[in-house]
């Protein structure tokens, strides 16, 4: 099934108001702190309304469960593809949950909180705020779900491929280059097929994820700069696995 995202020619992603908009989750089951509670962070950013709704009629529901839906069909079948080829078998995610409450959903125990999208280890599954995810949906544009399962898929199969890194960043960096190489990848098989603004989209709504210019690079949760995480993406999505260091 081929999948095509962005449903309009876009025009510049010009006033993003999210400085910092989705805190993804490391692998290994912890989880990330809600970007409205770093400090610094803008909790309004999180929950754009009506006026800052992107001018693409990317706006209801429906558009984004199937936009989640595509995301993981093609996730999964690049990845069942890659594994095949390394002669290695392939298990799916076991499943992606939305949830709308504190609380609704656990991880290790561990209650996951609002504003959030992660992927569980324990419970191998990724699990987001689907207010906030439309949210994000509305205002940044349809692409940046295809980014955003993607990297969170990619702490999946790092599980799988037994990858654990002393510092959060790594781990987080490597996600973005894969998630890179699943989307580049896909594009060059034609399983997805970009409209005009897309590669703007992915490009200024990467950097939108950055970690805030004073976070330490060896903190724990640190995911990269805006810079740092624009690259590896890029990465990824131009060169490929190859880019990604998976040994």
């Not at 969170?152 to 280059?177: K, P």
């Not at 989307?183 to 097929?193: F, H, K, P, Q």
């Not at 992915?202 to 640190?222: I, K, L, N």
């Amino acid at each position: 099934m081929a999948a095509r995202f962005g449903r309009d020619a876009r025009g510049p992603l010009a006033g993003l108001l999210i400085a910092a908009l989705v805190s993804l989750a490391c692998a290994g089951g912890g989880l990330a702190e809600p970007e409205a509670e770093r400090p610094g962070a803008n909790p309004s950013a999180a929950s754009p309304g009506p006026s800052t709704t992107r001018a693409d009629s990317t706006t209801s529901v429906a558009e984004f469960e199937q936009d989640v839906a595509d995301a993981q069909a093609v996730a999964e079948r690049y990845w069942a593809a890659q594994f095949k080829e390394s002669g290695q078998r392939f298990r799916p995610i076991r499943r992606i949950t939305p949830y709308q409450r504190d609380g609704e959903v656990s991880c290790g125990g561990q209650p996951l909180p609002r504003n959030n999208a992660v992927y569980c280890s324990q419970g191998d599954f990724i699990a987001y705020d689907i207010a906030w995810s439309v949210a994000a949906f509305r205002q940044v544009g349809d692409a940046f779900v295809f980014y955003l399962l993607g990297h969170e898929y990619a702490h999946g199969i790092q599980v799988r491929l037994g990858i654990n890194y002393s510092f959060t960043i790594q781990q987080e960096l490597q996600a973005d280059c894969m998630a890179g190489a699943y989307l580049g990848d896909s594009v060059r098989s034609r399983a997805l097929t970009l409209a005009e603004g897309d590669l703007d989209e992915f490009r200024e709504g990467v950097a939108a994820v950055g970690d805030d210019p004073d976070q330490p690079w060896f903190a724990e949760g640190a995911h990269g700069t805006a810079e740092q995480r624009t690259d590896m993406f890029f990465r990824g999505y131009e060169g490929s696995l190859k880019e990604c260091d998976l040994g």
